[in-house]
Structure formats: structure tokens, C-alpha cells
């Protein structure tokens, strides 16, 4: 996608972080936006920010098949069609493996992995429609990289990893490309609200992320448009993701004594 100037964007998530940071990067690029978030209040501040091209806002749960498959219709009765979509929202629980609820789990992996299943499979129609089309997903350095107590964070984007690569094979010969996205720490709130952990903990983690929003939302709109099939956002994911193939075993183990050091207690 050589140019996103014209292009109808959906992104999920929109209500802030990267989310917002980003349809105010592709507005900014000239980019039409169908913007989602289970928060209205939040996905409102964010399309009120954004000026010069068409944006609809839509209330979505995307844990909810239907909630889903809904926005991909009001988004196409109200642009026309979809040339992108860009599966953000996401969640996180703090906690090991043996002391996070099942409920907290299935909800983390919900949201992480399901989201980002109901928004490729909704949307894929209406990228066909088109002259050529784009699926961004957001993954995580976690997944090359885990960090203790964030396993069903870890597992869920693990599993975009996979998602996306199968989906890249599947779609070879279409005029569909694909990009899984690595953020390392990002100045977002979904550690603020990750849930079970305390202000001092996310404090903590807050040290370690060095990379704004903003900076994130322009590295994702240039994979776009250069066909990236993946893109590492920060000095941290680019030197862990390098680490793991290079020493997989001793790179863990140095992430898990720094997180020990600097992370949250």
C-alpha cells in the first residue's frame, strides 16, 4: 500500500495509546477512520482530536463475534469499504501462571487473540472489495520474549505471531499484505490498568518503556505503506527480538534478573 492518503482505515482500540496515537498519525496522512473501543467516552476524545478527513466511531467489544462482525458493516455502510484494518485493543493481568483466575485468563486471551480472529475474519471481505487491502496486527516483543507473571498476555500474543504468519501464507498471490507488529515498552496506559496490579508495580514498569505512543503510531503507518511483513517499535524489542535468535536461552534469563531489578516487586 503505496499511500494511505484516501485510504478508509478501522482500528480497534481507538479510545487511546497507541489506538489513538494512531488515528491521529493516519489523519494526519489523510487517512478516513472507522474508529472502535469498548470505552464510547474515551473513542469520542479521540475522533474529537482529528480533523480534515471522515472519521466514524462504533462501540465495540471485541470480544463479541457479532460486536465485530456489526462494525465491519456500519463501517462499510458509512465509508464505502475498508482498505485496512488494524486489530490494537488489548489487555493485560498481572499475575503467575498458577494465581491469575480462569476467568482473567480467558479474558486477556479474549481480547488479545479473539479480537484480533473476529476483526481478520470480518474485515477480510471488504479488503477483497478493494484494489488491494491490509491486515495490521498487534503483537508484542512478548511474544519472542516473555516476562514473568504476564503469561496470558505472553500466550495471546504468542498466538498473534502464529496468527499472522499463517495468515501471510494463506493470502500469497492477493492483493492483501500483512503485518504483525512488535511494540517493546510504550507509554500507554494498559499497564496503568492492567488488572491486579497495584500503582507502585506499573510505576515500575513504566521505567522500562522509553517509547512514546506517538512514535509507535508512525513507525505502524510507515510498515503500511512499505508492505512490512513486521515491524519492531523501540530499541528494546529490536535488541531482544536480535538477542533471542542469537542466545535464546541466556537472553530469558537476562529479561527475567532485569525484570527482577527494575521491574515491578
Known amino acids: 500500500m503505496t499511500k494511505l492518503r484516501d485510504k478508509v482505515v478501522a482500528v480497534t482500540g481507538a479510545g487511546s495509546g497507541i ?37 466514524s466511531i462504533h462501540a465495540v467489544d471485541v470480544r463479541s463475534r457479532d460486536a465485530v462482525e456489526r462494525y465491519a458493516a456500519e463501517a462499510r455502510a458509512k465509508h464505502g469499504g475498508v482498505d485496512v484494518i488494524v486489530n490494537n485493543a488489548g489487555r493485560t493481568v498481572y499475575g503467575s501462571l498458577d ?6 485468563f480467558a479474558m486477556v486471551l479474549d481480547i488479545n487473540m479473539w479480537g484480533v480472529v473476529y476483526g481478520t475474519r470480518a474485515f ?8 488491494e487491502g ?8 512478548n511474544a519472542m520474549v ?24 494463506e493470502l500469497r498471490g492477493q492483493p492483501i499484505r500483512v503485518t504483525c507488529v512488535h511494540p517493546g515498552g510504550i507509554q500507554t496506559n494498559i499497564v496503568n490498568n492492567a488488572k ?46 536480535l538477542c533471542k535468535r542469537i542466545a535464546p536461552h541466556t537472553t530469558l534469563q537476562a529479561t527475567a534478573k532485569f525484570m527482577e531489578t527494575f521491574g515491578p516487586k
Do not use: C, W
Open 19 to 55: 489506538g489513538r496515537a494512531l488515528a491521529q498519525r493516519l489523519a494526519a496522512l489523510g487517512a478516513h477512520l472507522a474508529l472502535s473501543d469498548i470505552d464510547e467516552g474515551t473513542l469520542r476524545e479521540t475522533a474529537g482530536s482529528i480533523s480534515g478527513v471522515n472519521v
Open 99 to 104: 494465581e491469575v483466575s480462569y476467568e482473567d
Open 124 to 131: 477480510l471481505p471488504l479488503l477483497r472489495e478493494r484494489p
Open 134 to 141: 491490509h491486515v495490521v496486527n498487534i503483537s508484542s516483543i
Open 146 to 169: 516473555p516476562f514473568a507473571k504476564n503469561g496470558p498476555y505472553n500466550m495471546s500474543k504468542y498466538a498473534v505471531l502464529g496468527f499472522s504468519e499463517t495468515l501471510g501464507l
Open 196 to 241: 491486579n496490579m497495584t500503582k507502585e508495580q506499573a510505576t515500575a514498569f513504566g521505567r522500562v518503556a522509553k517509547t512514546t505512543a506517538p512514535a509507535a503510531a508512525i513507525a505502524i503507518a510507515r510498515a503500511i505503506e512499505k508492505n512490512k511483513r513486521q515491524v519492531f517499535i523501540g530499541i528494546d524489542a529490536k535488541t531482544m527480538a
